[in-house]
């Protein structure tokens, strides 16, 4: 017979598998549809593991890094995908994902649920290096899906590029040598017509 922990922790597990089906504005390369958020948490590991070299190294928590970015999305199952230049969503955001971050981690066995609540909210703070980091990642992996795709959600959403350069600008606090890759990127869009100044 299952222990009411495994129970738990299955149901969390099945749950979560929701993410799959939450569809954000970035699209997959040569794909022709829209990434999901399960595909988004891949990437952004992947993206730790590689540019982690760009962080504070005496500070930084790989490890930690990695649960930040594979949990961070999970709240979207409840909450939805907020498009990243929706100003009425980012205002009503905060409070939609605290609350599904309460009922999707609170599947979890307390000592799980607080721990990956406590990663959670970490992420969000971004006041710890690995947070930053993490966060910093996070807004690089859309620039570059958006620019490869040709502008993507940049244009048909008709987004300037000092609204990429303000929304992203936080990068800089986690790893300011992607900040300066990011800055040319946003230079070489507009060239590219991929983005209005």
Do not use: C
């Not at 495994?6 to 993410?19: D, G, N, R, W």
């Not at 609540?117 to 993490?134: G, H, P, Q, S, Y």
């Not at 996070?138 to 795709?149: E, G, I, V, Y």
């Not at 992203?168 to 946003?186: K, R, S, T």
Request: hydrophobic share 45%; no cysteine.
């Amino acid at each position: 017979m299952a222990s009411e922990r495994l129970i738990q922790q299955l149901s969390f597990i099945k749950e979560v598998e929701l993410l799959k089906g939450v569809f954000r504005q970035t699209s997959v390369l040569k794909g022709g549809r829209r990434e999901n958020d399960a595909e988004h948490s891949w990437h952004l590991a992947l993206m730790i593991i590689v540019l982690s070299e760009y962080a504070d190294q005496d500070q930084l928590d790989i490890l930690k890094a990695l649960k930040m970015v594979v949990i961070h999305d999970l709240v979207e199952i409840d909450a939805g995908d907020t498009f990243a230049y929706d100003h009425a969503g980012e205002a009503t955001k905060p409070d939609r994902e605290r609350l599904a971050a309460d009922r999707i981690f609170g599947l979890l066995p307390v000592d799980q649920a607080t721990g990956l609540r406590t990663l959670w909210d970490e992420f969000e703070a971004r006041k710890t290096v690995t947070a930053r980091f993490a966060a910093a990642v996070d807004r690089l992996q859309p620039m570059l899906s958006n620019f490869a795709d040709g502008g993507g959600a940049w244009r048909r959403h008709g987004i300037t590029s000092q609204q990429v350069a303000a929304r992203n600008h936080q990068i800089v606090d986690g790893a300011p040598a992607l900040w300066e890759y990011a800055e040319q990127l946003i230079r070489e869009a507009v060239e590219q017509g991929y983005l209005p100044e």
